[in-house]
């Protein structure tokens, strides 16, 4: 059971990864990419490595609020 979640959730970062890249608004993207980080924690905790999904839930969220406010910066 764990094989077809792990599964699915690889087929979802994919999907995330492609609608990251093809996004023409920024904010947009950035929110799909913290999805895409979300997916990416959630498989860490389903391969027993909870001390590298922490280590990715502050890295990502250190990132997406250096995007979000560079975002806001560039578009003044």
């Known amino acids: 059971m764990p094989g077809i979640i792990l599964e699915i959730l ?3 970062m ?6 990251v890249v093809e996004e023409k608004n920024l904010v947009n993207a950035v ?6 980080s979300l ?8 391969l027993k490595a909870p001390d590298v999904a ?6 990502g969220a250190v ?7 560079t975002i806001k910066e560039v578009e003044k």
């Open 10 to 12: 690889f087929i979802i």
């Open 14 to 19: 994919i999907l995330l990864s492609i609608a």
């Open 31 to 36: 929110v799909k990419y913290a999805f895409l």
């Open 39 to 46: 997916t990416f924690v959630l498989v860490l905790v389903l």
């Open 54 to 59: 922490l280590s990715a839930i502050v890295v």
């Open 63 to 69: 990132i997406i609020g250096a995007f979000l406010f």
